[in-house]
C-alpha cells in the first residue's frame, strides 16, 4: 500500500483530520478569494461558523459556472507568482475552466495518482504507457507524476498514432497502460486486425478513465488484452485523475478522502443524501492551495458507502463507478463536448441555419462518433458540389477547433429539423454505455 496510514486509518482519525483541513481552508478562501468572502457575507456566515466537517452542509455550493463568471484567475486563493501549472477544461460555451496548482498542490496530486497506481498493483518494477493526452488536459501529466512518484519507468506517449502506440508497447514491454476505455477497445481491435497476438505484448493492467464505461465493456477489454483493467476518476476542477481509484472491488473506487471531501446530494432539493442513495457527487478539496473549492457540483451521478472495502481492506469512503450525469455534458472520445459549444460555432456561420442542428452520438465498434446535422441556410442552397462542401468545410474546421476532437457535419435542406414546441431534442446518444 503506497500510503498505508492515510489509506487504512480509522473513521475517527480520518474524521479529525478533515475537520482540521476544513476549518483551515474555509477561512484561506474567506480571506483570499472575493468571490467566496462574498458568497459567505450574503449568507452571513463566518469562518468561524465551520468547527468540524460535520459543519459542512453550512457552507455554499461551487459550479462550473462559477469558475466561469470568474474566468480565468478569480477563484485563485494564492498570489500569480506561487502558481507554477495550469490547466484547464470545456466549459458551456467554449470558455475554459481553469485550474492553477502550487508546488504543494502537484505534490498532493502526485501523491494520489502514485497510490492509485499502486492500488491497482503498480511498482516501481513496472513500466508505464501513458496513453492519455498531455497538455491541458489533466490525464497525460496528472498520471505522469504519480507514476514517477512510484519510481515506475514512465513513458509519456500521450494520444494518437495507434501503430506507433503498439510498437512502444511492444518494445518497452509496458506492464501498464492508461488511456480511456474506449481507446484501449480500440488498441485491442487494431491488434486483431494487425493479426498480434496480446501475448507479444506484456501489459497486465490498465488504468481507464475519463468517461464513463460499463462493466460489460470492463470484462471485454480484460478478455481481449488479457489483464486487469481498473477504473480511475478525477475532474480537473478537483485536480484531476486520481481524485478515487477503483481496488478491484464491485462496488466502486476509493476516494483519496485526506484531500477531497464527497458528498452525494439530491439534485432537486440539493439535500445531502445517506449511504447508498443515488445523487450527485459534491466534492470539497481540503488541502488545496491555488483553487480550493467548496462543495463543487460535479454533476456526476455517483453513490457513497462508509463500509469496510473486503477487497483490499483501505477504509476511504468507497464511491459507485460513475454511469451518468445530471446535466447535458456528453463526453466524446474522452473529451467533454457540450451542446452549447456545438450551438456557438453553428451560430456564428450564417450560411448554415445555426438554431436548427442536431447532434448523433454513436460508438463504431468501440469508439465514439459524433455527427453534426445542420440545415444550409436558405440563400445558400444550391447545386453546386463545390459550394456546399466549402461551407461543410468550414463548419467542419471551426467545430474542430472549438471542441478539439472531429465531428462528421451532414449539411440538410433548410426546414428539415424542425425545432419542437417544447423543449427540442437535439442529442441522439446511441451509445449503450
Ligand atoms: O477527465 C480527468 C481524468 C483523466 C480522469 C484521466 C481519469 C483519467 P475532465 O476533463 O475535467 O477531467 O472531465 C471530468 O469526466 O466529471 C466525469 O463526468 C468524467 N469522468 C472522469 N473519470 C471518469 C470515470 C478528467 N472513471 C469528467 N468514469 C468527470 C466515469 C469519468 N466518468
Redesign the pocket.
Request: aromatic content about 12%.
Given at each position: 500500500m503506497f500510503n498505508e496510514k492515510i489509506e487504512k486509518m480509522s473513521r475517527s482519525e480520518m474524521e479529525n483530520l478533515q475537520s482540521d483541513r476544513l476549518v483551515d481552508v474555509v477561512k484561506r478562501v474567506y480571506d483570499n478569494v472575493k468571490y467566496y468572502r462574498n458568497k459567505m457575507d450574503a449568507i452571513k456566515l463566518k469562518p468561524s461558523d465551520i468547527k468540524s466537517i460535520k459543519d459542512i452542509s453550512k457552507l455554499p455550493y461551487t459550479t462550473k459556472q462559477d469558475l466561469r463568471d470568474n474566468y480565468p484567475f478569480g477563484t485563485f486563493a494564492v498570489p500569480k507568482k506561487d502558481i507554477i501549472r495550469v490547466h484547464a477544461?470545456s466549459g458551456t460555451t467554449g470558455k475554459l475552466t481553469v485550474v492553477g496548482y502550487t508546488k504543494r498542490d502537484i505534490d498532493d496530486w502526485a501523491e494520489c495518482t502514485a497510490r492509485a497506481l499502486s492500488m491497482a498493483g503498480c511498482t516501481n518494477e513496472d513500466v508505464v504507457h501513458i496513453s492519455?493526452g498531455y497538455g491541458l488536459?489533466?490525464?497525460g501529466l496528472?498520471?505522469h507524476y504519480g507514476a514517477e512518484k512510484l519510481g515506475a519507468m514512465t513513458v509519456p506517449v500521450s494520444t494518437g498514432n495507434t501503430m506507433r502506440q503498439i510498437t512502444l508497447l511492444k518494445d518497452f514491454e509496458a506492464s501498464t497502460i492508461c488511456c480511456t476505455p474506449s481507446y484501449a477497445m480500440f488498441i485491442a481491435e487494431e491488434l486483431q486486425k494487425l493479426n498480434i497476438p496480446v501475448s507479444e505484448l506484456n501489459l497486465k493492467r490498465g488504468i481507464f478513465?475519463?468517461?464513463?464505461?460499463s462493466i460489460e465493456m470492463k470484462n471485454k477489454i480484460e478478455k481481449l488484452l488479457n489483464i486487469e483493467a481498473f477504473?480511475?476518476?478525477?475532474?480537473?476542477?478537483i485536480s484531476?485523475?486520481g481524485v478515487s481509484m477503483s481496488c478491484g472491488d464491485e462496488f466502486g473506487l476509493h476516494v483519496m478522502e485526506d484531500f477531497f471531501y464527497p458528498e452525494i446530494i439530491d439534485v432537486d432539493t440539493l439535500e445531502p443524501l445517506e449511504d447508498l442513495q443515488s445523487g450527485e457527487l459534491v466534492f470539497t478539496t481540503l488541502n488545496k492551495q491555488g483553487i480550493p473549492l467548496l462543495r463543487y457540483r460535479?454533476?456526476?451521478i455517483s453513490a457513497l458507502d462508509h463500509s469496510e472495502c473486503k477487497h483490499c481492506k483501505r477504509t476511504l469512503v468507497r464511491m459507485k463507478?460513475?454511469?451518468g450525469?445530471s446535466d447535458d455534458?456528453l463526453?466524446i472520445r474522452?473529451v467533454?463536448v457540450f451542446p452549447s459549444q456545438i450551438e456557438t460555432v453553428l451560430m456564428n456561420i450564417p450560411e448554415v441555419i445555426g438554431s436548427h442542428y442536431k447532434i448523433f452520438v454513436d460508438r463504431a465498434g468501440f469508439l465514439d462518433t459524433m455527427e453534426i446535422q445542420v440545415e444550409i441556410s436558405e440563400n445558400n442552397v444550391t447545386d453546386e458540389v463545390k459550394s456546399i462542401e466549402n461551407i461543410r468545410h468550414r463548419v467542419e474546421h471551426d467545430m474542430q477547433s472549438m471542441l478539439g476532437i472531429a465531428a462528421k457535419i451532414t449539411l440538410v435542406s433548410p426546414n428539415s429539423l424542425p425545432l419542437s414546441e417544447g423543449k427540442t431534442a437535439r442529442i441522439v446518444d446511441r451509445r449503450k454505455i
Open positions: 477544461s492519455y488536459f489533466t490525464g496528472g498520471i478513465g475519463a468517461e464513463p464505461w477504473d480511475i476518476y478525477g475532474l480537473s476542477e484531476g485523475p460535479t454533476r456526476d463507478r460513475v454511469c450525469r455534458m463526453i474522452g467533454n
